[in-house]
């Protein structure tokens, strides 16, 4: 069984702002008039929900993600959205959903789906991209970024050298890496194969250096290694991964756009 990870909603926050700068990138490409509705698939602590609120003034935006403390963390962040529960003339109708992806049941399709960080962490894309079309109007978007094949080999080597070590061997015996860095190709298949009629997709290298690399690491790309260990091991773990990589820590990311039309 591929390892499960939890998220904190509060922390993620905090240290996601090398994620936040990939994103809003990626918003910038969703061509919007300002009255769609749009569908934020995996939103995270909300920081680039708040984002896509302000591309539809007059639209609705529907946020959700599977963990419940970033569920937690978005209503928070967007609490001032949330306040009356729906649209006027002039304000975007927000809702923040907690949901399973390869669920995905809208009660209305929407115009567009915007998801960033988000789709690696589902293994079945298949089943996913299915769910996403579902969710769209005929004619509908999808602008997605996610990691995509050779995202963090190099940071993720560093890790296994760790891993390997006697002090650590036994607890990774049954670790199975819970993420799907899929290629472009591939993914162009599994698009269309979904019932897209159109799909685009590329990769494209952005490292990045997180203000707060132990943090960043922990929460977000070591996250799965990490709680996989016993209290006692996590930091003597992150320790040692910190000091193979040495200064300053570069995220060596390998990001999979995705643009596709229903």
């Given at each position: 069984?591929?390892a ?30 300002g ?37 937690a ?12 529960g729906?649209?006027s ?22 115009d ?38 050779g ?11 760790v ?68 209290l ?6 992150m ?14 990311y ?9």
């Open positions: 069984m591929p499960v990870r939890t998220w904190d909603g509060r922390e993620y926050d905090r240290v996601s702002g090398p994620m936040e700068e990939l994103a809003l990138e990626v918003l910038a490409r969703v061509e919007l008039g009255d769609e509705t749009v569908l934020d698939a995996g939103c995270g602590s909300g920081r680039v929900t708040e984002a896509l609120i302000e591309r539809v003034p007059r639209g609705r935006v529907i946020a959700i993600d599977m963990s419940d403390s970033m569920v963390a978005a209503r928070g962040r967007l609490e001032r959205f949330l306040a009356d729906g649209a003339a002039n304000r975007t109708s927000v809702e923040v959903l907690q949901g399973d992806l390869l669920e995905l049941e809208l009660r209305e399709r929407v567009a789906v915007f998801s960033t960080a988000t789709f690696h962490w589902v293994r079945d894309h298949e089943r996913l991209f299915e769910r996403v079309h579902a969710a769209l109007r005929p004619g509908g978007r999808l602008v997605a970024q996610c990691g995509g094949e995202n963090i080999t190099k940071l993720r080597g560093r890790a296994r050298e891993i390997e070590r006697d002090r650590y061997r036994e607890a990774f015996a049954d670790f199975e890496p819970p993420w799907n860095y899929a290629g472009a190709e591939t993914t162009r298949e599994r698009l269309l194969g979904a019932g897209f009629r159109w799909a685009e997709c590329w990769l494209e290298q952005a490292p990045k250096e997180p203000a707060d690399p132990r943090a960043f690491l922990s929460e977000i790309v070591l996250g799965p290694h990490v709680q996989h260990l016993p006692e091991l996590r930091e003597p773990f320790d040692e991964v910190l000091e193979l990589l040495g200064e300053p820590v570069v995220v060596d390998v990001r999979l756009n995705i643009d596709a039309v229903a």
